[in-house]
C-alpha cells in the first residue's frame, strides 16, 4: 500500500523529521504507522532524548 | 600575556579531544588546535573577555575544523565498519524490530547526570570514522544536512544510510551502557 511503512523505514523517517520537513505524505505515514505499532513511538521518544543529549553535551563543551 | 599562554596551555587538552571526535584523524585534528590557537594569540584583542575563554576558543575551533574538512574532503572516505549494514542487525527481513526498544523513561532523568554525558562521549567516540565525522557536523557543528553533503561531496542518500547508522548505534550503545544498567538498578533497588 502506498501509505505502509516497516518499522526499518519509519526508524529512517523519524531521524530525517528531526532534521528537515518531510513530505506531507511521509508525514502522514508516519503518523499511519504510529498509530498501529507499539515499538515505534518508542523510537520517537529515544531520538528525542539522543537529540537534548546531544544539545546538552554540545553546550558542556563550551563551557569551563 | 604570558597568563594567556598558560591559559591556552592549560585548555588545549579539551579542544584536541573535539577536534579529533571530529575529524577522526590525529594529524589533522592537532593541525585545527594549532591554527586556533595562533588566531588566538595573534589576535588576543578579539576575546576581550567577552565570554569565557573556552566558549571563544571552541568559536574559532569550529570555523577551523570546517576548513580541514574542506581540505581533506577527498580523502574523508568510508571504512569497512561504516558500510556494515547494522540495521539488518537490528530489524528482520520484513522490516520489524528483531528486538523492541525499551522505555528510556524519564529524559531528565538521564540527561542531569554527568556520567550519562561520559556515557554518550564513549559512544559518539566508538562511531565508525564516517558515520562520527556526520554525526559531529550535525550535533555539534551544527550544520545543516544539505550542507554537510556539499562540504564531504555526498549525495542525501549517501548522509542518510550513514546518519541512520550513527544514531541507530548510538542508540545500540546507549542502551547497553547505561539505560540496562540503569534498569537493573532500579529493580535491585
Not at chain 2, 595562533?38 to 589576535?43: F, G, K, Q, S, V
Request: hydrophobic content about 40%; some cysteine; aromatic content about 6%.
Amino acid at each position: 500500500m502506498l501509505l505502509m511503512r516497516t518499522c526499518k523505514e519509519v526508524s529512517l523517517l523519524v531521524m530525517q523529521a528531526q532534521d528537515l520537513r518531510l513530505p506531507w505524505r511521509e508525514r502522514l505515514a508516519l503518523k499511519l504507522h504510529m498509530m498501529a505499532c507499539d515499538a515505534c513511538p518508542r523510537i520517537v521518544d529515544q531520538l528525542a532524548l539522543m537529540r537534548s543529549a546531544s544539545e546538552r553535551w554540545r553546550r558542556y563543551s563550551e563551557e569551563e | 600575556m604570558a597568563d594567556f599562554s598558560a591559559e591556552l596551555e592549560r585548555l588545549r587538552p579539551q579542544l584536541l579531544k573535539y577536534a579529533r571526535l571530529q575529524l577522526r584523524n590525529a594529524a589533522w585534528a592537532e593541525d585545527a588546535v594549532s591554527d586556533t590557537l595562533l588566531a588566538a594569540i595573534e589576535r588576543p584583542q578579539t576575546f576581550a573577555g567577552q565570554s569565557q575563554l573556552k566558549t571563544w576558543l571552541i568559536g574559532i575551533l569550529k570555523h577551523k575544523l570546517i576548513d580541514q574538512i574542506r581540505r581533506n574532503s577527498r580523502e574523508l572516505s568510508t571504512t569497512r565498519e561504516d558500510d556494515a549494514p547494522i540495521e539488518d542487525e537490528l530489524f528482520d527481513s520484513s522490516g520489524h524490530w528483531r528486538e523492541q526498544p525499551q522505555d528510556w523513561g524519564d529524559p531528565e532523568h538521564a540527561l542531569r547526570q554527568v556520567d550519562f554525558m561520559r556515557v554518550l562521549e564513549a559512544c559518539v567516540e566508538q562511531l565508525p570514522g564516517q558515520q562520527g565525522r556526520l554525526f559531529m557536523m550535525r550535533e555539534w557543528l551544527e550544520l545543516e544536512t544539505d550542507e554537510i553533503c556539499k562540504e564531504l561531496a555526498i549525495s542525501p542518500t549517501n548522509l542518510w544510510v550513514m546518519l541512520h547508522r550513527a544514531r541507530l548505534r548510538l542508540r545500540e550503545c546507549l542502551q547497553l551502557n547505561w539505560f540496562s544498567g540503569a534498569q537493573l538498578a532500579k529493580e535491585s533497588s
